[in-house]
């Protein structure tokens, strides 16, 4: 039998797909092509700075990021948010200063500039590398990039090379620190309360079967009763010999130890450690290095700081821009410009408090250390039917709230509150306390074991160590998540939907009978590293229903539609479509 009609067009609707998948695919290769020549290349060389116009005695900022992607995930920042973190910091007028600056402001007292950023990137990662090495480029910024001993010169391809970071300083934008030889963990119990002893950091891939564990540097190594199976000599033998292995693989391979150190698991060293271990690593970072960056969680190193006990911010991959401004404002206590995307979506709402950002279809709302930002909309005074949807997409842990028929003169209110996966719905008549009318666990956020971070290295007791893993939260706080809320408020009525279910159809008390829209944003207290957290508002759509004419009336919408949501859309599958081509080959 010979081709029917059908049969040719469906072949040439083959090979036209099949032309058009190719088509993407080579412009996919050639836009990856063209990063990897540029990171090849360097066709740019460090300006170095007038220093005779520095005046500031006062001091600067540690900023260390653990690794950059070109999109994000859990653990590594993405591309384009490090680079409107860099370009927010050089519009605030921020310098970047050397590790010999450092030194130079401590050991002779030579002034730095008047915003003095050390910036670094840890853990010797490829993809650091690649990525930040244009930023650095276009902001003439320098920056230190850290590796491991025991990844130089083996075959863990995402690790750089002995070569490739001797070709990163030659054009001046890179300096090189080092995070020590290896990153192990010895006293190592899981969370059954078994004890499985010395593991290295590639071996224990579900850290949440992981109970009890300390770093190799951090303590003695102890048996399953905890009793410590070296003494002193060996103790402190087999730590001199870790930073030797870790001195003479510099020496091999680079010619000289980087200057520049940022111990893994900050904050323990003179603080929590046994004073024995703390001594013999002490004696050794002084020997082989300059200067230590031993705390993190705070950017501000001031003029009576130890240059052996520095401290740095490493940013979190889920930070957006204005919540690492937020942490420098407050760690530097200066006055900070924030940023606020689309100026004209900007002038809809009054900021209550904390920092926004409108960024095409999203509302990052910032709140300030420790309390809570808001914004109002302008155009919502005395409504008394509201129909209102959106995305929120904010981090799980962390308090994100919608108000309704909000009278800021009275202060009455009716709300809806995500925090921490528990929606809650609540309502303040005027002079009244806050009353709570519903509660609910919302459906269980699934995540990645291998997006949990170790950051609970400390000295336990074996009692501790066999009642198996500490008590944790239920999700880590890094992880994102997006709920889908609509929610109607007409006369004495409130109904609300969580992920298209309707969970609520509720009277509200009749006083509180019109106000307007306000969204807050707050951090909990589950979070004990960070008070700064950023609420995350998308495809906001707010309407009222009480028009003359029955008709509804749009307040406020920036879901995009049209060319603008075409071009969203293709902009996310093809983002989509390079992540996978990275990931399979």
């Known amino acids: 039998m010979g081709k029917t009609t059908s049969d040719v067009l469906d072949y040439r609707k083959k090979d036209r797909n099949k032309f058009i998948k190719t088509l993407i695919q080579v412009a996919i290769l050639v836009v990856l092509g063209v990063m990897l020549f540029n990171a090849v290349f360097d066709w740019k060389k460090y300006e170095e700075p007038n220093k005779a116009n520095w005046t500031n005695e006062k001091g600067f900022i540690a900023i260390s990021y653990f690794g950059v992607g070109r999109s994000g995930t859990p653990k590594l920042v993405a591309k384009k948010q490090l680079d409107e973190q860099l370009q927010a910091l050089y519009d605030q007028g921020y310098q970047t200063i050397s590790q010999q600056d450092i030194l130079d402001f401590y050991k002779k007292k030579k002034p730095l500039p008047d915003k003095a950023l050390f910036l670094a990137f840890e853990d010797g990662r490829n993809d650091s590398s690649l990525f930040a090495q244009p930023l650095l480029e276009k902001y003439n910024f320098k920056a230190t990039a850290l590796s491991y001993g025991n990844k130089m010169g083996?075959?863990?391809?995402?690790?750089?090379?002995?070569?490739?970071?001797?070709?990163?300083m030659e054009n001046g934008f890179w300096e090189l620190g080092s995070n020590g030889y290896r990153l192990t963990y010895i006293n190592v119990f899981d969370d059954q309360g078994n004890f499985i002893g010395v593991k290295d950091e590639s071996e224990l891939t579900n850290k949440t079967k992981v109970g009890y564990y300390n770093h190799y540097l951090m303590d003695f190594i102890r048996d399953s009763n905890m009793i410590p199976i070296e003494d002193r000599s060996k103790m402190e033998a087999r730590i001199n010999e870790d930073y030797k292995l870790m001195n003479d693989t510099y020496m091999d391979q680079l010619g000289f130890?980087?200057?520049?150190?940022?111990?893994?698991?900050?904050?323990?060293?003179?603080?929590?450690?046994?004073?024995?271990?703390?001594?013999?690593?002490?004696?050794?970072?002084?020997?082989?290095?300059?200067?230590?960056?031993?705390?993190?969680?705070?950017?501000?190193?001031?003029?009576?700081?130890?240059?052996?006990?520095?401290?740095?911010?490493?940013?979190?991959p889920y930070w957006y821009t204005n919540h690492?401004?937020?942490?420098?404002?407050?760690?530097?206590?200066?006055?900070?410009?924030?940023?606020?995307?689309?100026?004209?979506?900007?002038?809809?709402?009054?900021?209550?408090?904390?920092?926004?950002?409108?960024?095409e279809n999203q509302i990052v709302l910032t709140s300030p250390a420790a309390g809570s930002g808001m914004l109002y909309l302008k155009n919502s005074d005395s409504q008394k039917a509201i129909k209102l949807s959106a995305k929120?997409?904010?981090?799980?842990?962390g308090k994100q709230s919608i108000y309704l028929r909000f009278d800021r003169e009275k202060g009455s209110f009716v709300r809806v509150v995500l925090h921490d996966n528990e929606l809650r719905v609540e309502q303040k008549k005027e002079k009244g306390e806050v009353q709570e009318l519903f509660k609910t666990e919302l459906s269980q956020v699934i995540w990645n074991p291998e997006d949990l971070t170790f950051d609970r290295a400390s000295v336990y007791t074996r009692e501790?160590?066999?009642?198996?893993?500490?008590?944790?939260?239920?999700?880590?706080?890094?992880?994102?998540?997006?709920?889908?809320?609509?929610?109607?408020?007409?006369?004495?009525?409130?109904?609300?939907s969580v992920d298209k279910i309707p969970l609520l159809d509720q009277q509200i008390d009749p006083s509180i009978s019109s106000g307007g829209v306000a969204l807050e944003a707050a951090y909990s207290e589950v979070n004990k590293k960070d008070d700064i957290y950023d609420g995350v508002f998308a495809d906001v759509k707010i309407e009222s229903l009480a028009q003359p004419n029955g008709e509804q009336q749009m307040l406020f919408s920036n879901v995009q539609t049209g060319l603008a949501g075409v071009v969203s859309s293709i902009k996310k599958a093809f983002y989509a479509t390079m992540d996978w081509v990275i990931d399979t080959f």
Do not use: C
């Open 154 to 168: 083996n075959s863990e391809n995402k690790f750089l090379q002995p070569e490739e970071l001797k070709k990163m």
């Open 257 to 316: 130890v980087p200057g520049a150190y940022m111990i893994m698991h900050a904050n323990t060293l003179y603080g929590g450690m046994n004073r024995l271990v703390a001594d013999v690593n002490d004696a050794n970072i002084k020997q082989y290095f300059t200067m230590h960056f031993n705390r993190e969680g705070t950017a501000y190193n001031d003029s009576e700081g130890d240059l052996y006990n520095l401290t740095r911010v490493q940013p979190e």
């Open 324 to 359: 690492l401004l937020m942490r420098i404002q407050k760690d530097a206590d200066e006055k900070i410009r924030f940023v606020r995307g689309d100026e004209e979506q900007a002038k809809e709402w009054d900021r209550l408090g904390g920092a926004a950002q409108f960024m």
């Open 392 to 397: 929120l997409e904010g981090n799980v842990i």
């Open 464 to 496: 501790q160590g066999e009642s198996g893993a500490p008590e944790l939260e239920k999700y880590p706080i890094n992880i994102k998540n997006t709920r889908p809320f609509e929610m109607t408020v007409q006369g004495d009525r409130l109904s609300v």
